[in-house]
T-cell receptor, first 114, second 114 residues
Framework: DGGITQSPKYLFRKEGQNVTLSCEQN?????MYWYRQDPGQGLRLIYY???????QKGDIAEGYSVSREKKESFPLTVTSAQKNPTAFYLC?????????????FGPGTRLTVL | AQSVTQPDIHITVSEGASLELRCNYS??????LFWYVQSPGQGLQLLLK??????LVQGIKGFEAEFKRSQSSFNLRKPSVHWSDAAEYFC????????????FGAGTRLAVHP
């Protein structure tokens, strides 16, 4: 089955630690995205990548970093510089980066800072 | 600036009743419009999308939406709600030009009474 997988489903972090969230897709999509979801705020774009070895900051990139070394993988690192990282993180992909392309979403990772 | 407004944070309907979820957008050009549904703790699933042509679009699970340019609206409707429709619904606008950025509304949480 084609789709997007995210791991882990739940992640706990101590303050001051960096953590990396995994996102893998086997849809052969060029574009991939990371969103953060907080209650009552919808989804906000953290980073996106239109093609391998290229990525751009979204609306709330501070305290986050990404890499895109392979087409199918787009890991997100939440660094200690992110002041309020507790949230639900969603990864998505689309065929290309045109505005009329449907984005397909993974099941999400819930990050909690202890 | 582009924005999406979903005026209703929570809606409760009885099973079998009709449903309308409101969505208004602010965008100078012709938008690409999407409705997504999210079950608790899950990713987002596309219900339907509008790019051009017939302003009434049909989606999955018996949902439909109507694009009204004069009102900058894209309301989601279903004639008879099932208990399994209880979820959170997000309206999104896709921006033309450049990358595939989606602007999401804050979401409407739907509860269904038996």
């Amino acid at each position: 089955d084609g789709g997007i997988t995210q791991s882990p489903k739940y992640l706990f972090r101590k303050e001051g630690q960096n953590v990396t969230l995994s996102c893998e897709q086997n849809l052969n999509h060029d574009a991939m995205y990371w969103y953060r979801q907080d209650p009552g705020q919808g989804l906000r774009l953290i980073y996106y990548s239109q093609i391998v070895n290229d990525f751009q900051k979204g609306d709330i990139a501070e305290g986050y970093s990404v890499s895109r070394e392979k087409k199918e993988s787009f890991p997100l690192t939440v660094t200690s510089a992110q002041k309020n990282p507790t949230a639900f993180y969603l990864c998505a992909s689309s065929i290309t980066s045109g505005g009329n392309n449907e984005q397909f979403f993974g099941p999400g990772t819930r990050l909690t800072v202890l | 600036a582009q924005s999406v407004t979903q005026p209703d944070i929570h809606i409760t309907v009885s099973e079998g009743a009709s449903l309308e979820l409101r969505c208004n957008y602010s965008y100078g050009a012709t938008p690409y419009l999407f409705w997504y549904v999210q079950s608790p703790g899950q990713g987002l699933q596309l219900l339907l999308k509008y790019f051009s042509g017939d302003t009434l679009v049909q989606g999955i699970k018996g949902f439909e939406a109507e694009f009204k340019r004069s009102q900058s609206s894209f309301n989601l409707r279903k004639p008879s709600v099932h208990w399994s429709d209880a979820a959170e619904y997000f309206c999104a606008v896709g921006l033309s030009g450049g990358y595939n950025k989606l602007i999401f509304g804050a979401g409407t949480r739907l509860a269904v009474h038996p």
